[in-house]
């Protein structure tokens, strides 16, 4: 089993900035991929980053690409997620989640989920 518990979210303005973290706990973090998603009142849950687990490669959708970065530190057990000029459409519940095979987390299918924290971005 793998726990995860995402913090860092809030209420910023367009234009703000917030990073979002993911703790991880249970089995080896670094066995496996990481990933964030989103999900909107009313939409499907949607993928925003991915990461391999050696941190040498990551992923993003078009609608976020050059705003956020993923990242993380394996000897801490954590992933982040940088949003930078955030727009009210990335309002949503973000979750991390956590699978042996990245190409899962493209599917916005994961083994393990967190239980979300919530941004807000107001115009």
């Known amino acids: 089993q793998v726990q995860l518990v995402e913090s860092g979210g809030g209420l910023v303005q367009a234009g703000g900035s917030l990073r979002l973290s993911c703790a991880a706990s249970?089995?080896?973090?670094?066995?496996?991929?990481m990933g964030w998603f989103r999900q909107a009142p009313g939409k499907e849950r949607e993928f925003v980053a991915a990461?391999?687990?050696?941190?040498?490669?990551?992923y993003y959708p078009d609608s976020v690409k050059g705003r956020f970065a993923i990242s993380r530190d394996n000897a801490k057990n954590t992933a982040y997620l940088q949003m930078n000029s955030l727009k009210p459409e990335d309002t949503a519940v973000y979750y991390c989640a956590a699978d042996l095979g990245i190409a899962t987390l493209f599917k916005v299918r994961a083994q393990y989920w967190g239980q979300g924290t919530q941004v807000t971005v107001s115009s």
């Open positions: 249970g089995r080896t973090f670094s066995d496996y991929a």
């Open positions: 990461i391999t687990w050696s941190g040498g490669s990551t």
